[in-house]
């Protein structure tokens, strides 16, 4: 059964630095998002992206923050100088056309710890 | 704008007993409505979703929800609790164009033996 993929499922770093989480949506998806859960806390959305290009974002999604799908099948989220409140799960999830269903498929998620 | 509620943040119930976990919405449209559980170091997986056809709606895992606009819930329902169901659930709307997923802050299901 086809799958979004992330990775890293892991990563650590120190605050300030660059991070890019990576994504690889269903092939036939259309519609991607980013997701975040920052722990015991609820799901926020991010981002969403359409076209080659970004549909809607939340508050969260400042400067700091930006995606791209670079090569077609890669969907990345790119957080410029990190800070500690960024330590959260980032799920990565996609849809196909806009149908009548709007299921979402997850990613299994990367955990960001930022030190 | 568009948001979800889930009364209680964790259900404990007996293993075999009725699992009802609670979710209200806000829409001022008629809405699509999903139900998503996740397992311990895992994503979201969606359970069961409403969009406008039965308002009974039958899931996975023996889960069910009911839509019911005049009350603007979408309860979650499971005659008898299995061991397996623990997990954190999430409600969730979507905007009609499906750009925007709105979900709840989760409700932690503990199954006792």
New interface residues.
């Given amino acids: 059964e086809p799958e979004v993929t992330q990775t890293p499922s892991h990563q650590v770093t120190q605050m300030g630095q660059e991070v890019i989480l990576r994504c690889v949506p269903i092939s036939n998806h259309l519609y991607f998002y980013w997701y975040r859960q920052i722990l015991g806390q609820k799901v926020e959305f991010l981002v969403s992206f359409y076209n080659n290009e970004i549909s809607e974002k939340s508050e969260i999604f400042d400067d700091q923050f930006s995606v791209e799908r670079p090569d077609g099948s890669n969907f990345t989220l790119k957080i410029r100088s990190t800070k500690l409140e960024d330590s959260a799960m980032y799920f990565c999830a996609s849809i196909p056309t806009v149908s009548n269903t709007g299921e979402l498929f997850f990613g299994e998620g990367s955990r960001l710890t930022v030190l | 704008a568009q948001s979800v509620t889930q009364l209680g943040s964790h259900v404990s119930v007996s293993e075999g007993a009725l699992v009802l976990l609670r979710c209200n919405y806000s829409s001022s449209v008629p809405p ?1 409505l ?1 139900w ?1 559980v996740q397992y311990p170091n ?5 359970l069961l ?1 409403y ?1 406008s056809a039965a308002t009974l709606v039958k899931g996975i895992n023996g889960f069910e929800a009911e839509f019911k606009k005049s009350e603007t819930s979408f309860h979650l329902t499971k005659p008898s609790a299995h061991m397996s169901d623990a997990a954190e659930y ?1 409600c ?1 709307v ?1 905007s009609y ?10 409700t932690k299901l503990n199954v006792k033996p």
């Fill in positions: 699509y999903f998503y895992q994503g979201l997986q969606l979703k969009t999430f969730a979507s164009n499906f750009n925007k997923f709105y979900f709840g802050s989760g």
